[in-house]
């Protein structure tokens, strides 16, 4: 029972030993009992597949590395893209607000365009009416005056010449006439207006 113990105490030390020299990779015991169960015939089979195994599970890390390498930059290329869109989402909010501007100027461009060109007929029709009763006898004329609005006929006579103007008032009774005359010499003096 002795002998029993001894050898039960070296085999654990052995086993002990062997571990031991595995661990600082000095002995590599698995390589060397796969080694030898490779030249039994009983076991060949399964250590040609067992290594078939192993060099398909290191082909399987390495692709599963490749794709968790690929994972991670496609995550940092959607986390960019994320950021360009909200830049492109900031830049097209920022170019509406801007078109919103330019076509509320646009607007106020054109009104400002309207009015000058309704003032512009204004003058070329008050002008072309006051020629047509500047050519007419003064009786005539003075009568067609009567008819309308006071400022328009200070128009109608600031766009005749001055000696038209000076008939034409020279006729008119003189209080109407004095109180035209300022507001057509105004006119005059700003320049046809």
Aim: no cysteine.
């Amino acid at each position: 029972m002795r002998w029993l113990a001894v050898i039960l105490a070296i085999l654990l030390a052995l086993g002990v030993g062997i571990y031991v020299l595995s661990l600082a990779k000095v002995i590599h015991p698995k390589a060397f009992i796969l080694n030898k169960l490779e030249n039994w015939v009983l076991t060949k089979e399964l250590i040609k597949t067992y290594k078939i195994g192993l060099k398909d599970q290191e082909v399987i890390q390495a692709e599963t590395g490749k794709l968790q390498q690929m994972s991670e930059e496609l995550a940092k290329k959607q986390q960019e893209i994320e950021v360009l869109e909200q830049q492109l989402a900031k830049k097209e909010k920022d170019l509406e607000g801007q078109a919103l501007k330019v076509e509320v100027n646009l607007a106020k461009l054109q009104q400002k365009e309207d009015v000058l060109n309704k003032d512009r007929l204004e003058k070329e029709a008050l002008k072309a009416e006051a020629q047509l009763l500047a050519e007419m006898e003064t009786a005539k004329v003075l009568a067609i005056l009567n008819t309308m609005p006071l400022e328009k006929q200070v128009g109608l006579l600031a766009q005749m010449d001055r000696d038209t103007i000076t008939n034409i008032l020279g006729s008119m009774d003189p209080k109407k006439a004095a109180s035209m005359l300022p507001q057509v010499s105004k006119i005059i003096t700003k320049g046809g207006e």
